[in-house]
């Protein structure tokens, strides 16, 4: 049995407040399974919990209690943190380097040789379209390009998870875009990706399953094609049909020369399920 890219289990976290004399839980008992390979998409407004589990997942921080466990080891485990590669919602970048220089820094502290680097670097490059900008310095770059340098570096060290907090933040359409499609040329690579953003139509388009948080709570998840069904609705989609067919479509479907393509429930779109989901009123 393949064991899960990521497995947290019941994990809770609970941050003391000095001088207030209470606690925040930040977390409550949340379980979570990511397969490799996959890209799992983590919603929830602001105070949610998704940093404090993306944090748990690298090991920045220690939950109260739970665990997690990374291909099966414990994600404390330096090996493990190997296998990861990570780009924070507000990257911090030596802008006196190039672009270049920045890919062989990350390079040398991931342990790559001399002649791994020089290659893996140019591939980097060219994968996220700044070869032309290699040796120009990031003090020159749109936030556009300051993500996708972001991205390299995260994959410099040719990670099994990529963790992405926010990747489009801040980055107009056409960056967006170049970015999502990365993502899925990742996956296509192997690569597992756990994915928290706000955007929730790129969601929509590249992540295969998606947990929806709130006040540190998994309300929901699941594949996207079952969350976004509208319940107690069916769709057909009909070939060759006439509209006296289509009036009658119940009794005449066994009998008419017409031919079902495709029969599935309709669907709301994740922003709706989003919103539906974390609306709990007055309280």
Known sequence: ???????????????????RRRRIVA????????????????????????????????????????????????HSAVAVRRDIGFLPENAYFHKFLTGAETLRFHAKLSGLSGRETKSRIAELLATVGLARAAD???STYSK????????AQALIHHPKILVLDEP????????????QNLIVSLKKRGTTILLSSHLLTQVQE?????????????????????????ENQTEL????????????????ITAAKARVVARRKPQ?????????VTDTGDE
Request: net charge negative.
């Open 237 to 252: 989609i009909v070939e060759s049909a006439t509209p006296d067919f289509l009036d009658g479509l119940e009794q005449q």
């Open 27 to 74: 977390l409550q008992h949340l379980n979570l399974e990511i397969a490799p390979g996959e890209i799992y998409g983590l919603l929830g407004p602001n105070g949610s919990g998704k940093s404090t589990t993306l944090k748990i997942i690298l090991g920045l921080i220690e939950p109260t209690s739970g665990s997690v466990r990374i291909f099966g080891r414990d």
């Open 268 to 276: 709301t779109s994740l922003e709706q399920f989003f919103l539906k």
């Open 168 to 179: 489009t933040g801040a980055v107009d359409p056409a960056g967006s875009r170049d970015i």
């Open 144 to 151: 556009g390009m300051l993500q996708r340098i972001g991205l």
């Open 136 to 138: 120009a310095r990031l």
């Open 206 to 230: 590249v992540c295969d399953r998606v947990g929806i948080l709130h006040r540190g709570k998994l309300l929901r998840e699941g594949h996207l094609e079952d969350l976004l069904a509208i």
């Open 1 to 19: 049995m393949t064991e899960p890219a990521i497995h947290v289990s019941d994990v809770t976290k609970v941050f003391a407040t000095p001088f």
